[in-house]
């Protein structure tokens, strides 16, 4: 088997094709982890590094086949996360 693993920045650099085939496969796929719903958090800037939210991605490659992927965020402030008790 060939595997290759990447942290790519963007969904583009996996491609829409490859995640939804990816999410179909799972038994018990959760639409909050769609290429459309991620892809809406991060046009619309919900999730951006604009907003502190940097969007990154862990991804398993089997060939040209995505064998697995791990949506990942870079906190970049903690700006009313968190409150001191």
């Not at 999410?23 to 919900?46: K, R, V």
């Not at 398993?60 to 968190?82: D, F, I």
Request: proline letters at 4%; charged letters at 15%; glycine letters at 6%.
């Amino acid at each position: 088997m060939n595997y290759r693993t990447a942290i790519v920045s963007t969904l583009a650099e996996i491609g829409e094709a490859a995640w939804s085939e990816l999410l179909a496969s799972q038994q018990d796929a959760n639409p909050f982890l769609s290429y459309a719903f991620l892809h809406a958090l991060h046009e619309s800037g919900c999730a951006s590094a604009d907003t502190g939210w940097q969007p990154n991605y862990l991804v398993l490659w089997q060939g040209e086949t995505l064998a697995a992927a791990l949506p990942l965020y870079l906190k970049l402030h903690s700006y009313g996360e968190y409150e001191l008790l």
